[in-house]
């Protein structure tokens, strides 16, 4: 059975010299599809120029909450009516490198609040899911998602500190989606928090070029260890491979259903 990368930067620079390369092994080893995520507007050409190159690859319009200093809506009004341009995000709340200075910090948390909640609004005018990015800041992010009625439009927490606290959002048209981090030798909380998240809303990622799952840490990740995620949660699931893929696709294409592979 296929699986889908729902999150991989494959703007990113460290792919620039062999891009194809990397598009058609992981398509040699099944995967079946791979969604590059928005995180700067700079990147958004090169995401459109992939996406229109390989039926197989769509893209986000997005800004990830390090790049905030960069968002500007008209930019991503451009990009999110390209029909491979599937959803918005990655946006969301990131408190792991806030300013010492505590002026300066909660300066930042604002900016990355009113700039979530645009992009939330944003993703509910032109009726795509989101991509949420959820690190040292589960709560605020679960309130923000909550009081902005996100669940109409729906999306994926594609990094969520693998917070128990955040799974109630599941039944707000919420997915799960877990990468390499899974294959860790210190991601005791994620493994034992992924029986917890309901099946239905589980689905797999790689995050590349970083996170790379064992045994290749250290390497560049790419999409074609998605294998090597689902492999791993079939172990902690105790499902067959081939079931965490099917299942997994499937929740794929209920969420981003414009994900339309010609096999």
């Given at each position: ?72 809506l008209d930019i991503l009004k451009t ?130 070029p970083y996170l790379t799952p064992h ?49």
């Open positions: 059975m296929p699986i889908i990368d729902t999150h991989c930067h494959l703007d990113n620079i460290q792919y620039q010299d062999d891009v194809d390369t990397v598009i058609q092994t992981a398509l040699n080893e099944g995967i079946e599809a791979i969604l590059i995520p928005g995180a700067d507007p700079k990147d958004l050409p090169r995401a459109k120029m992939l996406a229109e190159k390989y039926p197989e690859v769509y893209f986000a319009a997005g800004v990830h909450p390090y790049d905030c200093e960069n968002y500007d990009y999110i009516t390209h029909p491979k341009c599937i959803a918005v995000g990655e946006c969301g709340l990131d408190y792991f490198r806030l300013p010492e200075d505590e002026i300066e910090k909660a300066e930042n948390i604002a900016l990355q609040k009113k700039i979530f909640i645009d992009q939330i609004n944003f993703a509910k005018d032109v009726k795509k899911p989101l991509i949420v990015h959820i690190r040292d800041a589960s709560d605020d992010s679960k309130t923000i998602l909550m009081q902005h009625n996100a669940k109409e439009v729906g999306g994926v927490l594609h990094c969520f500190n693998a917070s128990e606290h955040l799974l109630p959002l599941s039944e707000h048209n919420f997915y799960f989606s877990v990468g390499g981090v899974i294959t860790f030798k210190n991601a005791k909380k994620l493994v034992d928090i992924l029986p917890k998240i309901p099946l239905n809303k589980l689905i797999v990622e790689t995050d590349g045994p290749f840490r250290g390497t560049r990740n790419e999409p074609k260890y998605t294998n090597n995620v689902v492999t791993k949660i079939s172990e902690i699931l105790s499902m067959s491979k081939s079931e965490v893929s099917k299942l997994t696709t499937e929740n794929a294409k209920k969420l981003f259903k414009e994900f339309d592979i010609k096999n």
